[in-house]
Protein backbone atom coordinates (compact mmCIF):
# COMPACT_ATOMS: atom_id res chain seq x y z
CA UNK A 1 0.00 0.00 0.00
CA UNK A 2 3.00 2.48 0.89
CA UNK A 3 4.75 1.53 -2.38
CA UNK A 4 1.25 2.79 -4.20
CA UNK A 5 1.14 5.76 -2.88
CA UNK A 6 4.99 6.67 -3.35
CA UNK A 7 4.29 5.56 -6.68
CA UNK A 8 1.23 8.20 -7.18
CA UNK A 9 2.70 11.07 -5.51
CA UNK A 10 5.77 10.43 -8.16
CA UNK A 11 2.90 10.82 -10.89
CA UNK A 12 1.62 13.51 -8.65
CA UNK A 13 4.67 15.23 -8.54
CA UNK A 14 6.04 14.95 -12.44
CA UNK A 15 2.59 16.41 -13.57
CA UNK A 16 2.46 19.21 -11.44
CA UNK A 17 6.26 19.99 -12.13
CA UNK A 18 5.06 19.26 -15.83
CA UNK A 19 1.95 20.21 -17.17
CA UNK A 20 1.17 19.14 -20.80
CA UNK A 21 2.87 20.88 -23.52
CA UNK A 22 4.37 22.84 -21.22
CA UNK A 23 8.09 21.83 -22.10
CA UNK A 24 7.30 23.40 -25.62
CA UNK A 25 4.90 26.55 -24.61
CA UNK A 26 5.50 29.28 -22.66
CA UNK A 27 2.31 29.35 -19.87
CA UNK A 28 3.51 32.37 -18.47
CA UNK A 29 0.82 33.96 -20.09
CA UNK A 30 -2.10 31.35 -19.92
CA UNK A 31 -4.24 32.80 -22.82
CA UNK A 32 -1.79 32.55 -25.26
CA UNK A 33 -0.42 29.09 -24.20
CA UNK A 34 -3.77 27.80 -24.30
CA UNK A 35 -4.11 29.47 -27.75
CA UNK A 36 -1.19 27.40 -29.02
CA UNK A 37 -1.89 24.27 -27.29
CA UNK A 38 -5.48 24.55 -29.42
CA UNK A 39 -3.48 24.98 -32.37
CA UNK A 40 -1.20 22.31 -31.86
CA UNK A 41 -4.44 19.73 -31.27
CA UNK A 42 -6.09 21.25 -34.36
CA UNK A 43 -3.19 21.08 -36.49
CA UNK A 44 -1.38 18.14 -35.79
CA UNK A 45 -2.42 16.09 -32.74
CA UNK A 46 -6.46 15.72 -33.64
CA UNK A 47 -6.35 16.69 -36.57
CA UNK A 48 -8.33 13.90 -38.13
CA UNK A 49 -9.78 12.56 -35.01
CA UNK A 50 -11.85 15.77 -33.98
CA UNK A 51 -14.97 14.14 -34.69
CA UNK A 52 -14.20 11.36 -32.22
CA UNK A 53 -14.67 13.64 -29.10
CA UNK A 54 -17.73 14.19 -29.99
CA UNK A 55 -17.63 17.50 -28.63
CA UNK A 56 -21.62 18.87 -30.17
CA UNK A 57 -22.55 15.93 -28.97
CA UNK A 58 -23.16 15.78 -25.25
CA UNK A 59 -25.47 19.34 -24.68
CA UNK A 60 -27.15 19.00 -21.33
CA UNK A 61 -25.31 15.90 -19.87
CA UNK A 62 -22.72 14.84 -17.20
CA UNK A 63 -19.34 14.34 -18.98
CA UNK A 64 -16.54 13.38 -17.24
CA UNK A 65 -12.82 14.76 -18.24
CA UNK A 66 -10.70 12.11 -16.94
CA UNK A 67 -7.27 13.72 -16.44
CA UNK A 68 -8.10 16.52 -17.82
CA UNK A 69 -4.50 18.41 -17.80
CA UNK A 70 -4.70 21.80 -18.90
CA UNK A 71 -8.00 21.50 -19.82
CA UNK A 72 -8.34 21.93 -23.57
CA UNK A 73 -11.32 18.86 -23.68
CA UNK A 74 -13.24 20.07 -20.69
CA UNK A 75 -13.21 23.60 -22.05
CA UNK A 76 -14.65 21.95 -25.99
CA UNK A 77 -17.85 19.92 -23.83
CA UNK A 78 -18.71 23.10 -21.69
CA UNK A 79 -18.76 24.78 -24.58
CA UNK A 80 -20.87 22.81 -26.29
CA UNK A 81 -23.10 22.94 -23.30
CA UNK A 82 -21.93 20.01 -21.64
CA UNK A 83 -22.52 19.81 -17.63
CA UNK A 84 -18.21 19.17 -17.58
CA UNK A 85 -16.32 17.94 -14.39
CA UNK A 86 -12.76 17.97 -15.11
CA UNK A 87 -10.47 15.81 -12.91
CA UNK A 88 -6.74 15.29 -12.36
CA UNK A 89 -3.75 14.60 -10.04
CA UNK A 90 -1.94 17.52 -10.61
CA UNK A 91 -2.77 20.74 -8.45
CA UNK A 92 -1.25 22.84 -11.36
CA UNK A 93 -3.17 21.44 -14.54
CA UNK A 94 -6.49 21.77 -12.36
CA UNK A 95 -5.21 25.55 -11.89
CA UNK A 96 -4.64 25.99 -15.52
CA UNK A 97 -7.96 24.68 -16.25
CA UNK A 98 -9.51 26.81 -14.12
CA UNK A 99 -8.00 29.99 -14.79
CA UNK A 100 -8.74 29.12 -18.88
CA UNK A 101 -12.52 28.24 -18.38
CA UNK A 102 -12.72 31.62 -16.49
CA UNK A 103 -10.89 33.33 -18.88
CA UNK A 104 -13.50 32.56 -21.51
CA UNK A 105 -16.45 32.58 -19.36
CA UNK A 106 -17.33 28.97 -19.00
CA UNK A 107 -17.87 26.40 -16.06
CA UNK A 108 -17.26 23.09 -14.98
CA UNK A 109 -16.63 21.24 -11.58
CA UNK A 110 -12.93 20.92 -10.52
CA UNK A 111 -11.34 17.76 -8.98
CA UNK A 112 -8.39 16.54 -7.67
CA UNK A 113 -8.53 13.06 -7.32
CA UNK A 114 -6.64 10.07 -8.64
CA UNK A 115 -8.04 7.92 -11.78
CA UNK A 116 -7.67 4.69 -9.58
CA UNK A 117 -10.21 6.18 -7.29
CA UNK A 118 -12.57 8.22 -8.11
CA UNK A 119 -14.78 10.04 -5.63
CA UNK A 120 -18.11 9.57 -7.65
CA UNK A 121 -20.96 7.30 -7.05
CA UNK A 122 -21.29 4.39 -9.53
CA UNK A 123 -23.39 5.47 -12.77
CA UNK A 124 -23.03 9.31 -12.72
CA UNK A 125 -21.78 10.20 -16.01
CA UNK A 126 -23.66 10.11 -19.66
CA UNK A 127 -19.86 10.22 -21.41
CA UNK A 128 -16.44 9.91 -20.42
CA UNK A 129 -13.36 11.61 -22.46
CA UNK A 130 -9.84 10.11 -21.13
CA UNK A 131 -7.12 11.42 -23.50
CA UNK A 132 -3.76 10.08 -23.44
CA UNK A 133 -4.41 9.44 -19.74
CA UNK A 134 -4.71 6.11 -18.23
CA UNK A 135 -1.03 5.12 -19.80
CA UNK A 136 0.35 7.08 -17.17
CA UNK A 137 -1.25 5.82 -13.68
CA UNK A 138 0.32 2.94 -11.93
CA UNK A 139 -2.60 0.46 -12.17
CA UNK A 140 -4.19 1.02 -15.18
CA UNK A 141 -6.66 -1.31 -14.87
CA UNK A 142 -8.07 -0.26 -12.43
CA UNK A 143 -8.22 3.00 -13.74
CA UNK A 144 -10.15 1.56 -16.64
CA UNK A 145 -12.51 -0.43 -13.91
CA UNK A 146 -13.26 2.81 -12.46
CA UNK A 147 -13.88 4.91 -15.42
CA UNK A 148 -16.18 1.82 -15.98
CA UNK A 149 -17.67 2.50 -12.76
CA UNK A 150 -19.06 5.57 -13.05
CA UNK A 151 -20.20 5.58 -16.57
CA UNK A 152 -24.32 5.33 -17.24
CA UNK A 153 -25.33 2.08 -18.01
CA UNK A 154 -25.57 2.29 -21.93
CA UNK A 155 -22.87 5.35 -21.39
CA UNK A 156 -20.30 6.09 -23.80
CA UNK A 157 -16.70 7.07 -22.89
CA UNK A 158 -13.90 7.71 -25.35
CA UNK A 159 -10.22 6.90 -24.19
CA UNK A 160 -7.03 7.33 -26.11
CA UNK A 161 -3.90 5.66 -25.26
CA UNK A 162 -0.07 5.12 -26.46
CA UNK A 163 0.10 2.82 -29.33
CA UNK A 164 2.77 0.20 -30.34
CA UNK A 165 2.84 0.85 -34.26
CA UNK A 166 5.11 -1.41 -36.71
CA UNK A 167 7.62 0.86 -36.01
CA UNK A 168 7.67 -0.12 -32.59
CA UNK A 169 7.55 -3.60 -32.98
CA UNK A 170 10.08 -5.75 -31.22
CA UNK A 171 11.24 -7.24 -34.86
CA UNK A 172 11.35 -2.98 -36.03
CA UNK A 173 12.49 -0.93 -33.04
CA UNK A 174 15.90 -1.62 -33.10
CA UNK A 175 15.67 0.03 -36.58
CA UNK A 176 13.59 2.78 -34.89
CA UNK A 177 15.64 3.56 -32.48
CA UNK A 178 18.98 4.50 -34.75
CA UNK A 179 17.27 6.16 -37.04
CA UNK A 180 15.78 8.44 -33.64
CA UNK A 181 19.36 8.67 -32.97
CA UNK A 182 20.87 9.84 -36.54
CA UNK A 183 18.46 12.49 -37.08
CA UNK A 184 18.63 14.03 -33.44
CA UNK A 185 14.97 13.26 -33.02
CA UNK A 186 13.83 15.02 -29.78
CA UNK A 187 11.49 17.04 -28.19
CA UNK A 188 12.13 19.66 -26.22
CA UNK A 189 13.27 18.24 -22.96
CA UNK A 190 13.98 14.45 -24.43
CA UNK A 191 16.15 12.69 -26.34
CA UNK A 192 13.84 9.96 -27.77
CA UNK A 193 16.76 7.95 -29.32
CA UNK A 194 18.04 7.28 -25.63
CA UNK A 195 15.20 5.15 -25.07
CA UNK A 196 16.54 1.53 -24.52
CA UNK A 197 13.09 -0.52 -25.31
CA UNK A 198 9.09 0.44 -26.72
CA UNK A 199 8.43 0.68 -22.49
CA UNK A 200 11.23 3.36 -21.95
CA UNK A 201 10.35 5.28 -25.49
CA UNK A 202 7.14 5.65 -23.62
CA UNK A 203 7.81 7.02 -20.71
CA UNK A 204 10.70 9.33 -22.58
CA UNK A 205 8.15 10.59 -24.54
CA UNK A 206 6.75 12.99 -21.95
CA UNK A 207 10.09 13.90 -20.77
CA UNK A 208 12.77 12.83 -18.63
CA UNK A 209 11.84 11.78 -15.11
CA UNK A 210 7.96 10.24 -16.40
CA UNK A 211 7.47 7.69 -14.19
CA UNK A 212 5.18 5.97 -16.57
CA UNK A 213 4.04 5.91 -19.79
CA UNK A 214 2.43 2.39 -21.42
CA UNK A 215 2.67 1.21 -25.24
CA UNK A 216 -0.51 -0.73 -26.10
CA UNK A 217 -0.71 -2.96 -29.64
CA UNK A 218 -4.07 -2.97 -30.68
CA UNK A 219 -5.40 -6.35 -29.66
CA UNK A 220 -4.02 -5.19 -25.77
CA UNK A 221 -5.63 -2.17 -26.01
CA UNK A 222 -9.11 -4.11 -27.23
CA UNK A 223 -8.05 -6.55 -24.26
CA UNK A 224 -7.75 -3.37 -21.49
CA UNK A 225 -11.49 -2.84 -22.48
CA UNK A 226 -12.82 -6.14 -22.81
CA UNK A 227 -16.08 -5.29 -20.44
CA UNK A 228 -17.42 -2.23 -22.59
CA UNK A 229 -18.91 -2.82 -26.00
CA UNK A 230 -17.51 -1.60 -29.10
CA UNK A 231 -17.36 -2.66 -32.61
CA UNK A 232 -13.27 -3.27 -33.75
CA UNK A 233 -13.89 -2.44 -36.67
CA UNK A 234 -15.57 1.24 -36.61
CA UNK A 235 -14.86 2.01 -32.75
CA UNK A 236 -11.08 1.45 -32.73
CA UNK A 237 -9.28 4.17 -34.35
CA UNK A 238 -5.36 5.09 -34.84
CA UNK A 239 -4.06 8.58 -35.39
CA UNK A 240 -1.38 11.51 -34.52
CA UNK A 241 2.26 11.30 -36.42
CA UNK A 242 3.92 13.80 -34.36
CA UNK A 243 5.73 15.56 -37.51
CA UNK A 244 6.79 18.44 -35.23
CA UNK A 245 9.85 16.77 -34.33
CA UNK A 246 11.00 15.94 -37.34
CA UNK A 247 13.86 17.78 -39.04
CA UNK A 248 11.75 18.00 -42.28
CA UNK A 249 8.36 17.89 -40.55
CA UNK A 250 7.05 21.12 -42.16
CA UNK A 251 7.20 19.53 -45.95
CA UNK A 252 4.64 17.07 -44.57
CA UNK A 253 0.92 17.98 -45.39
CA UNK A 254 -1.83 17.16 -47.43
CA UNK A 255 -2.35 13.33 -48.35
CA UNK A 256 0.91 12.31 -46.88
CA UNK A 257 0.58 14.10 -43.74
CA UNK A 258 -2.81 12.04 -43.75
CA UNK A 259 -1.37 8.62 -44.62
CA UNK A 260 1.18 9.14 -42.18
CA UNK A 261 -1.24 9.74 -39.12
CA UNK A 262 -2.86 6.46 -40.10
CA UNK A 263 0.04 4.40 -41.05
CA UNK A 264 2.61 5.59 -38.19
CA UNK A 265 0.15 7.15 -35.63
CA UNK A 266 1.50 6.61 -31.85
CA UNK A 267 -2.03 6.71 -30.50
CA UNK A 268 -4.80 4.33 -30.44
CA UNK A 269 -8.08 5.67 -29.63
CA UNK A 270 -11.25 3.77 -28.35
CA UNK A 271 -15.05 4.57 -28.82
CA UNK A 272 -16.70 2.34 -25.99
CA UNK A 273 -20.45 1.80 -24.34
CA UNK A 274 -20.60 0.39 -20.82
CA UNK A 275 -23.38 -2.14 -21.72
CA UNK A 276 -27.08 -1.35 -20.72
CA UNK A 277 -27.68 -4.17 -18.13
CA UNK A 278 -24.30 -3.87 -16.33
CA UNK A 279 -23.90 -3.88 -12.93
CA UNK A 280 -21.82 -1.00 -10.79
CA UNK A 281 -18.76 -3.32 -10.53
CA UNK A 282 -15.37 -2.54 -11.80
CA UNK A 283 -14.60 -4.19 -15.91
Same mark, same amino acid.
Given at each position: ??? $????KERVREYWDRK? @??TSEIDRCDLVQYFREVDRLKREEIEVF $? @? $?? /??????????VLDLGCGPGWLTVQYASHGAGATALDLSQSSLAMTRDILKDQGLEAALVNADCEHLPFESNRFDFVSASGVLHHTPDTRAGVGELFRVLKPGGRAAVSLYYQNALLSPALFPMTRLVLK &? &?? %????? $?? &?GRAGSVEELGALYDGEGNPYGR %???RRSAMDLF???KFDPARDVEIHYFPKRFLPFGHWIRGRL?? /? @??HACGTMIYLKLTKPAGASDERA
Open positions: MKH $ARNEP @LF $A @L $AF /WEFDKHRGED &L &LG %IKKPD $AR &L %IYSSGFFK /W @LD
